[in-house]
């Protein structure tokens, strides 16, 4: 069976993590883009910088000028089906929480466990496909019923 | 009248038991004898708060009674009597230590406001020494709340800074683990040398990490705030963050909650690292199918909130230990033995109890007893304007 590579945006300000997280998701298969600031995310969601659409947002939280939580609150505003997994440095559970609140997928400690982060990039790539199911059925029954009508 | 401990020394014995009597009868029972020699052995059997002592008396004489007494016991005050017009005798006294000196012939009303007087001076001498040992007990904790505040912060720093190298030490060893399991490296010469030193890079990593993250856990809390806390809310938080790891490992988390629960004054931040450092718990120690239950009550003006599972329960020598830092019986690299510990002094720190009970095979509850309202402004005022939080802080080895 071949895999479809989830599409996977790093964001983080530590370059040779985002560099060997990256290597690492590719070598399974993954299409991996990196970026090392909360606004360079925003940029690439945005479409500026010609990447392809993104399903999962790997997000640090802690990072200097806009952090991971503004960041996160961004793209759940302007991008709300984008899943994103959020890596917290923090012991505490506080950011860990507000990013949950904020709609984040799910949350990992730094340093992630590799299958931990697996197992949660898939659950985050299916339900960005069920949501996007659940559009395309939608957009088809408004498409049909409009058939119907004329 | 407060309860005055008096001895009374005089060899004329007649004059002794009539003034003796006559002092019961104003509610002060005095123990009375004839003699120095007598009186200083009443003295190391009783505890005595003032004694009334003749001077003029065969054998060991009052100043030299005196002596002995302020030598031995000296919080005992002592009031002199010399004989009529021996004033010089009383001077002498008061040199020696004594409280005052009264010549004979003695007014009843001003022997007892001379007791008086003196058994106030020992309640005051009492009072000041209290103060001063709190008032050192209170710099000590200060000075240790300062070393712990400082040691926190820069525990916190370096645990910070080591889990960012870390991460990256993780990214790549699990890389090279992957390069590793690629066909073109399938013959590469002494793989299994490079795997085994891959794996044993990895567990380093692993534990380096749990320690970080309950550092980080433990020292980064002196910033508590309280507030109005739905306590039911933060049980369906801390489940929401655990649920997955439960579902994982097919533990059910089921809720009994009284409807009525309300809220109660506390941090909610430290609640919830509670909360979610007994759910890891209980979920490490139950076995798929396991069940773990959550109870919030109301008892009085308390709220107890039990974590109770169904695992494999805490044999009793290590009953007593689960508390105490690095305290594990995880395999070494699995528990940083700290969970509890931290567990127990955020507790303490928001005025609360915790308390475990467990049999084995049947499983374990952990009791947790906080109270509605965290009594912070007595707390204030006993202790002027030191850092209330910051005293209780003293869980810490």
């Given amino acids: 069976m071949i895999k479809i590579p989830t599409r996977i945006l790093v964001v983080d300000d530590e370059k040779d993590f985002v560099e060997m997280l990256s290597l690492r998701l590719k070598e399974t298969g993954e299409k991996v883009t990196s970026v090392y600031s909360g606004k360079e995310c925003l940029e690439t969601l945005d479409g500026k910088k010609d ?55 799910d949350y990992l400690l730094k340093p992630a466990d590799f299958k931990d982060l697996s197992a949660k990039l898939e659950a985050a790539r299916k339900r960005r496909d069920e949501h996007k199911e659940r559009i395309r059925m939608a957009e088809a029954r408004f498409l049909l019923r409009k058939v119907g009508e004329i | 009248m407060e309860n005055i401990r008096l001895l009374f020394i005089d060899d004329e014995v007649n004059f002794r038991e009539t003034v003796v009597k006559r002092l019961a009868k104003r509610g002060i029972v005095p123990e009375q004898a004839g003699s120095g020699e007598e009186c200083l052995s009443i003295l190391e059997k009783r505890d005595i708060d003032v004694v009334v002592l003749d001077i003029k008396m065969p054998g060991m004489n009052g100043i030299e009674t005196l002596h002995h007494i302020k030598e031995k ?72 709340t300062e070393r712990l505040a400082s040691l926190g912060t820069l525990a916190a ?3 910070h800074e080591i889990n960012n190298p870390l991460a990256i030490i993780n990214e790549s060893a699990g890389w090279m683990e992957l390069l590793l399991k690629k066909e073109e490296l399938a013959e590469m010469p002494r793989k299994q040398d490079f795997e085994m030193a891959l794996d044993k890079i990895k567990k380093g990593i692993d534990r380096a990490g749990r320690i970080t993250h309950q550092l980080l856990g433990f020292v980064g809390k002196s910033d508590s705030v309280l507030s109005e806390v739905d306590l039911k809310e933060v049980v369906d938080e801390s489940v929401q963050l ?22 109660i004054w506390s941090d909610i931040n430290q609640l919830r690292q509670v909360l979610i450092n007994l759910l890891t718990n209980s979920i490490h120690a139950t076995g798929s199918g396991g069940k773990i239950t959550i109870i919030l009550e109301r008892v009085g003006e308390e709220v107890v909130l039990t974590v109770r599972d169904t695992g494999e329960g805490i044999p009793k020598e290590n009953l007593e230990r689960v508390f105490e830092p690095f305290f594990s019986t995880k395999s070494p690299g699995k528990g940083t033995g700290l969970g509890l510990f931290v567990t127990r002094s955020i507790v303490e720190k928001l005025g609360g109890k915790i308390k475990v009970e467990s049999r084995l095979g049947h499983g374990t509850s952990f009791f947790v007893n906080l109270p509605k309202y965290h009594e912070i402004k007595e707390e204030l005022e006993e202790n002027d304007h030191f850092d209330v939080l910051g005293i209780i802080n003293k869980g810490l080895p």
């Fill in chain 1, 51 to 105: 990447v392809d659409d993104i399903d999962v947002v790997i997000l640090d939280i802690k990072m200097p000028g806009m952090d991971g939580i503004e960041t996160l609150r961004e793209i759940k505003k302007r991008f709300p089906l984008v899943e994103v997994i959020i890596l917290t440095g923090h012991g505490a559970t506080e950011s860990a929480v507000e990013g949950m609140k904020l709609g984040a997928f």
């Fill in chain 2, 73 to 144: 016991y000296p919080k005992i005050e002592v009031i002199l009597l010399t004989g009529y017009a021996a004033t010089q005798d009383g001077v002498e006294g008061i040199k020696a230590g004594a409280f005052d000196y009264l010549s004979k012939p003695v007014e009843l009303e001003h022997l007892l406001s001379k007791i008086k007087q003196a058994h106030e001076k020992i309640r005051r001498m009492e009072e000041k020494r209290r103060e001063a040992k709190s008032r050192a007990r209170m710099k000590q904790q200060m000075i240790t």
């Fill in chain 2, 157 to 159: 720093g370096v645990a």
């Fill in chain 2, 242 to 263: 655990i649920n997955r790891e439960a579902a994982d490992k097919k533990v059910e988390i089921v809720q009994e909650v009284d409807p009525s629960f309300g809220t």
